[in-house]
């Protein structure tokens, strides 16, 4: 039986600079935060991109994003 990656985080999409090469630098925070959201709700599957985003959110990392949205 294969290993199988954690399904409470998303897949290895590293996030690039806009010059393509360098992943983003708290990718490791988010993904420790994403993870601890994803214990805090009981494992749930198929929330891995709900846990991403809320843990970019939690750690002050989108405010970018929310800019435009009223």
Do not use: C, F, T
Not at 20 to 35: L, M, N, W, Y
Not at 55 to 70: N, V
Request: no cysteine; net charge negative; glycine share 8%.
């Amino acid at each position: 039986m294969s290993q199988q990656p954690d399904p409470h985080v998303p897949s290895r999409h590293d996030h690039h600079s806009a010059e393509g090469h360098k992943p983003e630098p708290d990718e490791h925070a988010i993904r420790e935060r994403a993870h601890e959201i994803w214990l805090q709700e009981g494992m749930p599957e198929g929330r891995e991109i709900e846990h991403w985003m809320r843990a970019r959110r939690d750690l002050g990392l989108d405010l970018d994003m929310d800019a435009g949205s009223d």
